[in-house]
């Protein structure tokens, strides 16, 4: 019987692995999206970046198949196994994890959006990509780490990962400034450069989610979870909202 279900964790485990891997993908694809669009802006050559976003697409839509399937993994872990301790509470967290990944896939897609409509509109050079770029290679980072700490079951790099989230908030403020700045001196961008926050906060909200995948993995190890989680899934509204730290 244990055997069986040993079986079964290795299967949940690839998956998750198969999961985390598409939301690195995904990120990175961002990255090289947004990375082209000056290219865009001097060439008049939007093709590459709609390519790019079709496949951001792709990705999202195998996360969220990703997620129908180890869902399904776990309530049948659940139901023929019913495990207890440390067993239940790897396969409560992973339930928990693939949550969060499922939203990551989702920013991404929001992130393609607007890269889309940057591109098509010709909206021109967007001079702070830099720290986006930043932000894009910190949260992709935070994402395998957090899924790899889960597979190892390893608390000391689930830690590094929750610290990360600090480095992610302090290029989101660089690059808040930074577009202060930039629509005081070029206020015929302000419209782009709006849209350019939007996809630093996705980046932003990205880098809570894997911290959020982290403490679920400290939480499936000893049975604690820090409260520290910044958003949550309003069911009722459809979107994420802040919610306080002390009483999350």
């Known amino acids: 019987m244990r055997n069986r279900f040993d079986r079964q964790l290795d299967d949940l485990n690839r998956n998750l692995t198969e999961m985390g891997s598409c939301c690195e993908e995904c990120i990175g694809q961002v990255a090289v999206a947004l990375s082209s669009i000056n290219e865009i802006s001097r060439s008049h050559e939007s093709g590459v970046t709609e390519r790019l976003i079709e496949k951001i697409y792709e990705s999202d839509a195998e996360i969220d198949k990703l997620e129908r399937t180890i869902e399904n993994q776990c309530l049948r872990l659940l139901l023929e196994q019913q495990p207890v301790a440390r ?10 994890m693939i949550s969060d990944m499922e939203r990551i896939g989702d920013q991404c897609s929001d992130i393609a959006d607007i890269a889309k409509y940057l591109s098509t509109e010709n909206k021109g050079t967007l001079e702070s990509a830099v720290h986006i770029q930043d932000m894009a290679s910190a949260t992709m980072n935070m994402v395998m780490r957090a899924v790899d700490s889960f597979i190892k079951r390893n608390l000391e790099i689930a830690k590094v990962v929750e610290k990360s989230d600090d480095v992610v908030d302090e290029l989101f403020v660089k690059v808040k400034e930074e577009i202060a700045e930039m629509i005081s001196r070029h206020p015929e961008q302000g419209e782009s450069l709006l849209d350019l926050l939007m996809v630093a906060k996705y980046f932003e909200r990205i880098g809570d989610h894997a911290t959020n995948i982290a403490e679920w993995v400290e939480f499936s190890i000893n049975g604690e ?10 069911e009722a509204s459809q979107q994420e909202i802040k919610i306080d730290k002390k009483t999350s």
Do not use: E, T
């Open 87 to 96: 067993d239940l509470r790897y396969v409560s967290a992973a339930l928990k």
């Open 225 to 234: 979870r820090p409260l520290k989680v910044k958003y949550q899934f309003d």
